[in-house]
Nanobody, 126 residues
Framework: QVQLVESGGGLVQPGDSLRLTCAAS????????MGWFRQAPGKEERESVAAISWSGSSTYYADSVKERFTISRDDAKNTVYLQMNSLKPEDTAVYYC??????????????????WGQGTQVTVSS
């Protein structure tokens, strides 16, 4: 059984940093594309934020978070991280860890085989 457990969310001020953690069980993170998505208040769809290929050789970032967010992976801990710097109010959302999606160019494609965590709330407000 695959489980993805996120942690690290919270309430921060604009300009602050947070590091989200996704602990995986039942799946080896180094064998699957892993990534972070978010769903902002009032929006129905989750948007892809960052992803790392199964090989670790490629990363993807949404334009809105480039040069502020960094995705990384610790294979020994079977864990994926999202370091978020210079946070803005528009980064406020529930952040979800995901596994089992495809990366085609700059497109992230989720599907029936995608696993999701339960989400962690990030609120950026002064």
């Amino acid at each position: 059984q695959v489980q993805l457990v996120e942690s690290g969310g919270g309430l921060v001020q604009p300009g602050d940093s947070l590091r989200l953690t996704c602990a995986a069980s039942g799946r080896t993170v180094s064998r699957y594309n892993m990534g972070w998505f978010r769903q902002a208040p009032g929006k129905e769809e989750r948007e892809s934020v960052a992803a790392i290929s199964w090989s670790g050789s490629s990363t993807y970032y949404a334009d809105s978070v480039k040069e502020r967010f960094t995705i990384s992976r610790d294979d020994a801990k079977n864990t994926v991280y999202l370091q978020m710097n210079s946070l803005k109010p528009e980064d406020t959302a529930v952040y979800y860890c995901a596994s089992g999606f495809s990366i085609v160019g700059r497109n992230i494609r989720v599907g029936p085989s995608t696993y999701w965590g339960q989400g962690t709330q990030v609120t950026v407000s002064s």
